[in-house]
């Protein structure tokens, strides 16, 4: 079977947080993925698991559709930021869906405030699932509220 085509950019959503859509930007020149997040608090969980409640702003410059959400932690790693510095992020587990395909993707957290996407498909996360397509955008349709 023919992996899909996916483009560089495509609106992605996050079933398990209550995000139907939020702006990613394809980028195979990072191995991993990353979610703007801000407000993080980590905290023992009740089974004594590293857990991290923190918000969601799924649009770009508007505070609507913001989310509160709790992760367990299932790691630490380095990762270097686009200044080239390394900075050590939590890593959750949650399912990704772009068009009709569910999966469960591997995502760090940080402040993408000053970037361009909320977040960030890397190239772990999209392997072997899709062929990405670096002239088109948005190949899995356009949200219905998409205000951009």
Same mark, same amino acid.
Request: charged share 30%; aromatic share 8%.
């Given at each position: 079977?023919? /992996?899909?085509?996916? @483009? $560089?950019?495509? +609106? %992605?959503?996050? /079933? @398990?947080? @209550? !995000?139907?859509?939020? #702006?990613? #930007? !394809?980028?195979?020149?990072?191995a ?5 997040? =801000?407000g993080?608090?980590? =905290?023992? @969980? ?5 857990? !991290?409640? =923190?918000?969601?702003? /799924? ?10 959400? *709790?992760?367990?932690?299932?790691? *630490?790693? &380095?990762?270097?930021? &686009?200044?080239?510095?390394?900075e050590?992020? /939590?890593?959750?587990?949650?399912? !990704?869906? $772009?068009?009709?395909?569910? +999966? ?12 361009? =996407? ?13 062929? %990405? ?12 509220? *998409?205000?951009?």
């Amino acid at each position: 079977m023919t /992996p899909r085509r996916i @483009g $560089w950019r495509e +609106w %992605i959503a996050l /079933p @398990g947080f @209550g !995000v139907t859509a939020i #702006k990613a #930007k !394809v980028d195979t020149g990072a191995a991993s993925s990353s979610l703007h997040a =801000f407000g993080m608090v980590r =905290f023992t @969980g009740p089974d004594g698991r590293d857990c !991290v409640r =923190f918000q969601i702003q /799924p649009r770009q410059r508007s505070r609507a559709g913001r989310v509160t959400v *709790e992760a367990d932690v299932i790691d *630490e790693r &380095p990762v270097r930021n &686009p200044g080239g510095r390394r900075e050590i992020r /939590p890593v959750i587990r949650t399912e !990704v869906q $772009w068009a009709d395909v569910v +999966w469960t993707a591997e995502i760090n957290l940080t402040s993408r405030d000053e970037m361009g =996407f909320r977040m960030l498909l890397g190239r772990r996360t999209v392997q072997n699932r899709f062929v %990405i397509d670096p002239g088109s955008s948005y190949l899995g349709g356009r949200p219905i509220t *998409e205000e951009s």
